[in-house]
């Protein structure tokens, strides 16, 4: 796997992070830090602002307050997302990811290469010339990550990756984001598996209710998280 | 017995036999073949096909554009493209007739009573259709479509044409909306046509003309042919749309 | 930017097409623009004499039937190379603005009155002054053609010619069509009404009904065809030389013995009556 350099688009400053939609105030005074080299895994319970959280990050949704990388602007191409939902287009699997990196700037031989070995390293290389749209849940999902990794991002970002599916397809993408982050991309993560927040996450951002509760690392975040609605929400999910 | 007693009686009752004689005369006019009915039917075909063409060309990236980015005025630009398909269509025809005539100001064209006046007439009022019903498709997909695209940095022209590509079954079928349209279409056609016999006569000017003359049958069976080739075509287009769909998904 | 590019090739292969696949519709043979009346095409008339025309000449004639009066507004527009209409009032009139070389008779037949074979006005056999008199009267449905065609405009003479003031004495069963001689024709078919129309678009309408012949005959009745050039002079683009050929060819012998030649179920439609040496 090809390494990737996260440090010219990190430290991520968010600064008093808001997101209005309509009347509801979804996300307001967030503000934290994310360095290089940690996976963040975002908790929080039901309609908590995690999902928004992401899109705003990402540059999605309109949003007040400042985010920096690096002390700078959005880098253009540096980020991917990997949805809940992903959508492909009406075309093969392989089609797919050669769209992606067509779309930013990988021509010809390059990009058939690319995007034949994020197939291969997915696993779904017999996939290649399946339309998209006809694949299963899982094979979407690993589909949608491959696409996102063959960009090479800076910052991978990742709406609940394995929501809908089966233990075996969840365990493959969790193989797969702990091999993008040997890699060297920065692993911005929500998720309401605690297992996998668990096993994935160096530290845990937990939103409740729009705002930022605690940001604290992984390990203290489970053994004894430091807030109120974090040890609650704790002790009412199961593992 | 008595089915086939009350089949007849109802024949002559509702002067259907003059119907089954149409279809029996259209089945003639298709085998025999002969010059004059061939060269109207590929006319209308030529023409037809034409401005079907010309109009998706137009009309796709104009209703796609529309839908996916915003600028001042947009909806008073929806609004506008909506009211248009209500356009009538013999409006368009005089309105293309002042213009192509030589006394217009488009005169020296020298096009007016030609194929390709009626190219232009048909197209005009397929284009607001096109647009109308691409910019509702758009929409949609845009919806589905808009996050994905932009978290993998699509522009708005990238964006317009891969929508286009990526809902191009529902988009063929919008096509097929306008080809029909275009055939369909004998007032704006009769107008800057003229309906010259073996220069700008087409099935449908034809038919007007044969009804006129008082000869029903043989106007219900250009009628007929008409049909049949509307059906054949959609038929194809189904056929076409359903390989499609295995294909890509 | 490969699929934008893509698609801006699609988008030009397609307009191509579809310009070549309408150029090749356009027109190889040297051509005049002929504006005439419905009676004359609906009549058949057309297709009778204009392929004897282009096999003496080469020349093929574009017809564009419509009512006299807009084929002389055809004329007006520049849009015609020759007039081919039966309104002398109105062909005169466009001569003298200017639009027009020359009116010569080429051609008439007369006009008939049909109507249901009941007839409730009780006109058959009558003169036609007599007859509108009697329609006047008992105002069953008559159809009018009420679109400023030469048609039209003699049925408006013959209401005059009668003493009637159409205007005033029209009402409901007097039917303003707007329409040509065929579809005419059909109104007063379906509703067994009167009509005044030309013997020729007569004789090949196929869709008769009920209606049949009921004054004919009357000298009132004639009805006179002629033939102009437009004027080069206020039309520049007019082919004065292809259009001058084929009024001096209707006006020829030939022409004229190819007027008189058609013929529907034996009986002739048009009487050339071109004046000699016109």
Redesign the interface.
């Known amino acids: 796997m090809a390494s990737v350099h996260q440090r010219d688009v990190l430290p991520l400053e968010v600064r008093d992070l808001g997101v209005q939609l309509g009347e509801r105030r979804i996300l307001s005074g967030v503000s934290f830090r994310l360095d290089a080299g940690k996976r963040t895994v975002i908790l929080g319970p039901n309609g908590a602002g995690k999902t928004s959280l992401l899109r705003a990050l990402h540059g999605l949704i309109p949003s007040t307050g400042s985010i920096t990388w690096a002390g700078g602007e959005r880098q253009r191409g540096a980020e991917a997302m990997m949805f809940q939902h992903p959508v492909m287009l009406r075309r093969g699997a392989l089609a797919n990811v050669e769209y992606a990196l067509a779309v930013n700037g990988v021509e010809g031989a390059e990009r058939r290469h690319r995007a034949r070995a994020a197939l291969e390293e997915a696993g779904l290389s017999e996939l290649a010339l399946q339309p998209a749209r006809s694949l299963s849940g899982g094979e979407r999902q690993r589909l949608a990550l491959a696409r996102a990794w063959a960009l090479r991002p800076r910052i991978l970002y990742l709406d609940e990756p394995t929501a809908s599916l089966d233990p075996g397809a969840s365990a493959t993408v969790e193989r797969e984001i702990g091999r993008i982050h040997d890699a060297g991309t920065r692993i911005v993560m929500t998720t309401h598996r605690l297992g996998l927040a668990r096993r994935v996450a160096d530290e845990i951002l937990f939103l409740d209710d729009g705002r930022l509760v605690e940001q604290t690392p992984a390990d203290r975040f489970f053994e004894a998280p430091g807030s109120e609605q974090a040890r609650h929400y704790l002790d009412g999910e199961l593992p | 017995m008595p089915a086939v007693c009350v089949f007849f009686t109802l024949l002559q009752k509702f002067r259907m036999a003059e119907i089954f004689a149409s279809f029996g005369l259209a089945l003639r006019l298709i085998l025999e073949a002969d010059r004059e009915f061939v060269r109207i039917v590929a006319l209308s075909m030529g023409v037809s096909l034409s401005s079907a063409a010309l109009s998706c060309a137009i009309g796709l990236p104009i209703g796609a554009t529309i839908a996916v980015t915003s600028f001042p005025g947009r909806h008073a630009a929806i609004v506008v493209m909506n009211a248009l398909l209500g356009l009538p269509s013999v409006v368009v025809g005089l309105v293309v007739y002042l213009l192509l005539s030589r006394a217009g100001p488009l005169g020296s064209w020298g096009i007016l009573f030609t194929p390709r006046a009626i190219v232009i007439a048909q197209t005009l009022l397929v284009i607001p259709m096109v647009c109308a019903l691409t910019r509702q498709t758009i929409e949609d997909a845009w919806r589905e479509y808009r996050e994905q695209l932009t978290s993998l940095n699509v522009g708005p022209v990238r964006a317009v044409a891969t929508l286009l590509w990526d809902t191009r079954l529902s988009l063929f079928t919008v096509a097929l909306a306008g080809l029909g349209r275009a055939f369909s279409e004998v007032g704006a056609v009769m107008i800057v046509g003229g309906n010259i016999d073996g220069v700008t006569r087409v099935m449908t000017t034809a038919i007007a003309l044969k009804t006129a003359e008082g000869e029903l049958p043989l106007a219900l069976a250009l009628g007929i042919v008409l049909l049949a080739i509307v059906l054949a075509l959609n038929s194809g287009a189904h056929v076409l749309r359903e390989w499609s769909v295995k294909r890509y998904g | 930017?490969?699929?934008?590019t893509?698609?801006v090739k699609r988008?030009r292969a397609?307009?191509g097409?579809?310009?070549l696949?309408?150029?090749p519709?356009?027109?190889a043979n040297d051509f005049i623009?002929v504006a005439s009346t419905?009676s004359t095409?609906?009549s058949g008339l057309?297709?009778h004499l204009l392929p004897a025309f282009t096999k003496d000449t080469g020349i093929?004639v574009?017809?564009?039937?419509v009512g006299t009066g807009q084929a002389l507004d055809m004329g007006?527009?520049?849009?015609a190379d020759v007039e081919f209409v039966h309104d002398k009032a109105a062909e005169e009139k466009f001569l003298g603005e200017g639009w027009g070389v020359k009116r010569n008779d080429v051609m008439y037949n007369d006009f008939v009155l049909v109507g249901p074979k009941s007839d409730p006005a009780k006109v058959k056999g009558l003169g036609i002054d007599a007859a509108l008199k009697k329609i006047a009267e008992a105002k069953p449905a008559f159809v009018s053609r009420a679109d400023k065609s030469g048609t039209w405009a003699a049925e408006v003479r013959a209401w005059k010619h009668a003493g009637i003031d159409i205007e005033k004495t029209k009402g409901p069963w007097y039917k303003e069509s707007g329409?040509?001689?065929?579809?005419a024709?059909?109104t007063a078919?379906g509703m067994n009404a009167y009509l005044l129309a030309d013997r020729g678009t007569w004789l090949?309408?196929?869709?008769?009904g009920e209606l049949e012949i009921l004054v004919e005959g009357d000298p009132e009745l004639f009805n006179q065809y002629g033939v102009m050039l437009v004027n080069p002079a206020k039309?520049p683009?007019v082919k004065k030389e292809l259009g001058q050929k084929f009024v001096d060819w209707v006006l020829s012998a030939k022409g004229q013995e190819t007027i008189k030649s058609y013929q529907i179920e034996g009986k002739q439609l048009f009487f050339p009556n071109a004046k000699a040496g016109s």
């Open positions: 930017m490969k699929s934008t893509s698609l988008a397609a307009f097409a579809a310009l696949v309408a150029a519709l356009a027109l623009t419905t095409e609906q057309f297709k093929d574009h017809v564009v039937a007006r527009r520049c849009d329409s040509g001689m065929g579809p024709l059909n078919s090949s309408f196929k869709n008769r039309c683009h």
